[in-house]
């Protein structure tokens, strides 16, 4: 099955600095790579996803790279803010038929220092 | 409110005992899924189901059983509760697309103390 690895498990950036989280998937299979963003003691939500025929996503501040070959896709946020402090996780799958199982990876904690 | 609901939020119990975990997915998804969030292991996949069907499993324990009724609501069984139980179980619906566009909905989750 999908095994995701996710680097740095924590990570304390200034604010105004910018964030990066990586992540590597290892199914070739997997099409779809969406980041989640999960404050203390709430429900993750997603903030932004792209698909392998696409290499690079913006969203404001937030932008994901994706790296077929490399099975390599990471999180880029920039121009950090306090309320950008969250854990965040990865996630990845090969969505097809009626089976979309993500597989996270173990999550990263941004702290961002005012 | 992400629209998928779960109940109850927090639940206390003690070793050896059986609880009931529901969940009600938003309006119009079809497929259900469970995860158990606990603080080393971050989000686990447990269980899948898709319009009353079992789809695919992940590490669930024996003692754990699922099953999703008619009106597509779910319920997640955990029996002989053990202390390493406690973690919070989140819920997560989706609209079975080509493309699985935005993903999973996460509920607000069920905080299980095992004591």
């Known amino acids: 099955g999908e095994n995701v690895e996710q680097h740095p498990s924590t990570l304390s950036v200034q604010e105004g600095d910018s964030a990066v989280i990586k992540c590597t998937y290892s199914d070739s299979a997997s099409n779809y790579f969406p980041w989640y963003k999960q404050e203390l003691g709430k429900r993750p939500q997603l903030i932004i996803d792209?698909?392998?025929?696409?290499g690079e996503k913006k969203d404001q501040r937030i932008a994901v790279t994706l790296n077929k070959t490399a099975k390599h896709f990471s999180l880029h946020i920039t121009e950090t803010q306090p309320e950008d402090s969250a854990v965040y996780f990865c996630a990845a799958t090969p969505s097809g038929g009626s089976n979309y199982k993500l597989t996270f990876g173990k999550g990263t904690l941004l702290t961002v220092n005012p | 409110d992400s629209g998928v609901t779960q109940t109850p939020k927090h639940l206390i119990t003690a070793t050896g005992q059986r609880v009931t975990l529901r969940c009600s997915p938003r309006?119009?998804?079809?497929?259900v899924y469970w995860y158990q969030q606990s603080l080393d292991q971050g989000l686990q996949f447990l269980i899948q189901y898709y319009n009353g069907e079992e789809r695919a499993k992940g590490n669930i324990l024996e003692r754990f059983s699922a099953q999703q009724f008619p009106d597509l609501h779910s319920e997640l069984n955990l029996s002989s509760l053990e202390l390493g139980d406690s973690a919070l179980y989140f819920c997560?619906?989706?609209?079975?697309?080509?493309?699985?566009?935005?993903?999973?909905?996460f509920g607000s989750g069920t905080r299980l103390t095992v004591v």
């Open positions: 792209i698909r392998s025929n696409v």
């Open positions: 309006s119009g998804d079809l497929s």
């Open positions: 997560a619906s989706s609209r079975i697309q080509q493309n699985l566009r935005g993903g999973y909905t």
